[in-house]
């Protein structure tokens, strides 16, 4: 079944204590981003990656880590957690095709707790 | 500018009433991608319907019906004979060359029995 996989599904830290949400899509899909929503502002963009060993960052990449060793993985990392990262994560991917964009592939969500 | 405007923040029916969700996108793009999502209260995103901006072409899936106007940059949703199932956040999105998906800030939906 193609999908994206996004572990843990629900995490609870403490300030400071560094965490990785792992993501890992079977489509063999180039485009793969993370997104955070939070309550009246939908989703918004953390980091985004083309293609293996190419990212970069989307609207709100401060305080987040990402990297793409491999096409099909793409880890979130926190390296000192705050409480103002406390949200619904999305990992995601997409292809193109021809011109044709098919969209995006979205995990299952991530609910991060920071105390 | 380029951004998707749900205006509507929640809206309440009671079950089998219609009810169309709004949005409205800007983007200077000659093609793009605009989508809506739905998202239970189960937290997962559901794809629902992907329209490039080449198509005009309403569409309808079951209870389901998309109204596509380049001329008001609009893409509205409509569900038909509502029913509790369809309580969820809507999102509209949409995706420009760069492959960036441009999320709405989500209509919240509750259909009441």
């Known amino acids: 079944e193609a999908q994206v996989t996004q572990n843990p599904r629900y995490l609870i830290t403490v300030t400071g204590k560094k965490l990785t949400v792992t993501c890992s899509q079977n489509m063999n899909h180039e485009y793969m981003s993370w997104y955070r929503q939070d309550p009246g502002l939908g989703l918004r963009q953390i980091y985004y990656s083309m293609n293996v060993e190419v990212t970069d960052k989307g609207d709100v990449p401060e305080g987040y880590k990402v990297s793409r060793k491999e096409k099909r993985n793409f880890p979130l990392i926190l390296e000192s957690p705050s409480p103002n990262q406390t949200s619904l994560y999305f990992c995601?991917?997409?292809?193109?095709?021809?011109?044709?964009?098919?969209?995006?592939?979205f995990g299952s969500g991530t609910r991060l707790t920071v105390v | 500018a380029q951004k998707v405007t749900q205006a509507q923040t929640e809206i309440s029916v009671v079950e089998k009433e219609d009810v169309t969700l709004d949005c409205v996108y800007e983007t200077r793009d000659t093609t793009y991608y605009l989508f809506w999502y739905k998202q239970p209260p189960s937290g997962e995103l559901v794809f629902l319907i992907r329209r490039n901006s080449f198509d005009e072409q309403n569409e309808i899936s079951g209870r389901y019906s998309w109204n596509f106007q380049k001329s008001t940059s609009s893409f509205n949703f409509t569900i038909t004979a509502s029913q509790v199932v369809d309580s969820a956040v809507y999102f509209c999105a949409l995706i420009l060359n760069t492959d960036k998906l441009i999320f709405g800030t989500g209509t919240r939906l509750q259909v009441f029995p």
């Open positions: 995601a991917s997409s292809h193109t095709g021809q011109g044709v964009h098919y969209g995006y592939t």
